[in-house]
C-alpha cells in the first residue's frame, strides 16, 4: 500500500488536489479498497479458483465501473 500513499491526486483539468481531508479520504478509500481485495483473493485461491483468473476479472471490474456524475464533475 505504500506506493499508493505516494499517488498525487489530479482534477479532471490537471489541478492538483490539495485538500487535505480530501486526500485522506482517499487514502482511506484505498486501503479499504486493498483489504476487501485481499480477503477476496484469498478466498478465491482459499476455494481453489485460479489467482489469474480472479485478478483478470478484478481489473474488469474496475475497468467497467460506470461514474454516477457526467466528466468532468
Known amino acids: 500500500m505504500d506506493k499508493f500513499k505516494q499517488v498525487v491526486w489530479h482534477s479532471p483539468e490537471g489541478e492538483v488536489v490539495a485538500c487535505y ?6 487514502q482511506e478509500n484505498l486501503a479499504e479498497i486493498a483489504q476487501v481485495c485481499r480477503d ?3 478466498d478465491a485461491v482459499l476455494m481453489g479458483c ?3 483468473q480472479f485478478r483478470e476479472v478484478l481489473a474488469d471490474l474496475v475497468a467497467t465501473l460506470a461514474s454516477p ?3 468532468g464533475k
Open 21 to 26: 481531508e480530501k486526500n485522506k479520504v482517499m
Open 40 to 42: 477476496a483473493l484469498e
Open 50 to 52: 485460479d489467482e489469474q
Open 69 to 71: 456524475y457526467p466528466a
